[in-house]
């Protein structure tokens, strides 16, 4: 089955242009979805369009906007799919940022961008390559699901991610929720010992090894009421460890994943052994004794 693109359309940076079809690179088949019943006969609950006191057909309904209390400007959904800006069709990329200096907060959907199969593969793995090369994400805005996005594209693998960003007056202020909290430094010590707690819990990412323990519980939930079984304990939960203060948590932290519970300290290396200096041998030979006069 050929694969359906989200968007189709063009990635413009300067005078160079390039095809490319978008998808949707998120999973949505791995969620469980769940209907409304109504329990007393456990028929499914319909939900039906109501406009005053009569049950209404969805052709019927259009969109609008209130502007003054119980006054709506009215848009038919066939002009809002004329309502065309540049973004629509084309995604020209305005500027290029360093990899780091988007902060998390802002990283909304990813997609995954590819060439449209009519002979762009080239000029593709160029853009692909470069960016890669240059550890720098492209930056542009696309009009995409009724509203015009704010995207950052970077290479992925043999092809290209764009990630939709959120804009600036979306994220709320942080002093409301940060400021609070003390300024105080850390003491010294316990600084160090979460430091070699991070130091050794530091591997290599991969997102594989991770799996989501309640849709498994969930599933198994699931599957013991259609079985007429009693669900089966996906995973024990771990009981909390109790300590006193956050100094005895690092520290049986530390102890749990092995060895001291000391920061690891830099090996010196050893002095090298010398050997004693040994004075050379004479070369001259040994004078005889004078012979006493007779």
Known sequence: MALRPYWSG????SLVSLPVNMYAALNRSKTIAFHEIYRP???????????????????????????????????????????????SKTLDIV?????????????????????????????????????????????????????????AIKPCGSGLLLQ?????????????????IRDKKPDSEEL????????????????????????EALQEFIDARVEHREPRQVEEERPTAKVVNLMDALRQSLREKGGSDAPAKAKTPAPKRTRKATPPKSTEKAKAPARKAS
Do not use: W
């Open 10 to 13: 063009t990635i413009r940076l």
């Open 41 to 87: 006969t456990g028929e499914r609950v319909h939900h039906e369009l109501v406009a005053g006191d009569k049950t209404i057909e969805r052709d019927d309904v259009i969109k609008g906007y209130e502007y003054e209390k119980g006054e709506y400007v009215l848009i038919e959904p066939y002009e809002l799919k004329e309502l065309k800006i540049p973004s």
């Open 95 to 151: 500027e290029f940022v360093n990899a780091d200096e988007i902060d998390d907060v802002y990283m909304e959907s990813p997609y995954f961008i590819a060439p449209d199969g009519k002979g762009n593969d080239a000029t593709f793995a160029v853009i692909r390559d470069a960016l890669r090369d240059s550890k720098k994400v492209g930056v542009g805005q696309l009009a995409i699901g009724g509203r015009e996005r704010l995207c």
């Open 164 to 180: 939709t960003l959120r804009y600036e007056d979306e994220i709320r202020e942080t002093d409301p929720y940060f400021e609070g």
């Open 192 to 215: 160090d010992l979460a430091k070699e707690l991070i130091k050794r819990k530091t591997v290599k990412f991969d997102a594989g090894k991770f799996h989501d323990h309640y849709r």
